[in-house]
Nanobody, 121 residues
Framework: QVALVESGGGLVQPGGSLRLSCNGAPGFTLDHYAVGWFRQVPEVPGKARERVSCIIIDESTTFYADSVKSLFTISRDNAQKTVYLQMDYLKPEDTAIYFC??????????WGQGTQVTVSS
């Protein structure tokens, strides 16, 4: 059973923006978990899933990979049980499948199925 559902991916030109959303499935208390955004490029064999950003429950602490600092912004609305990833100034190298997970380390049992982000002209 999928606990998390990502949405908001798509095709965008370089320099464009997308906002990804991570919602808890019915009955899943997303507001009780730190949430991380990860990305993976399936076409690159052996490349590990990269942690992009993370936010803890009360929003007091966030993390960004060096490659996305000042470009991506993570936020959450616990009342709506949603975590957002605002991605600005997108580059072709940001092309990947983006996943959200129920922790910041990537060890959670709770993952979504991913949303494709493609940055191309």
């Amino acid at each position: 059973q999928v606990a998390l559902v990502e949405s908001g991916g798509g095709l965008v030109q370089p320099g464009g923006s997308l906002r990804l959303s991570c919602n808890g499935a019915p009955g899943f208390t997303l507001d009780h978990y730190a949430v991380g955004w990860f990305r993976q490029v399936p076409e690159v064999p052996g490349k590990a899933r990269e942690r992009v950003s993370c936010i803890i429950i009360d929003e007091s602490t966030t993390f960004y990979a060096d490659s996305v600092k000042s470009l991506f912004t993570i936020s959450r609305d616990n009342a709506q049980k949603t975590v957002y990833l605002q991605m600005d100034y997108l580059k072709p190298e940001d092309t990947a499948i983006y996943f959200c997970a129920g922790d910041c380390e990537g060890y959670s049992h709770y993952w979504g199925q991913g949303t494709q982000v493609t940055v191309s002209s």
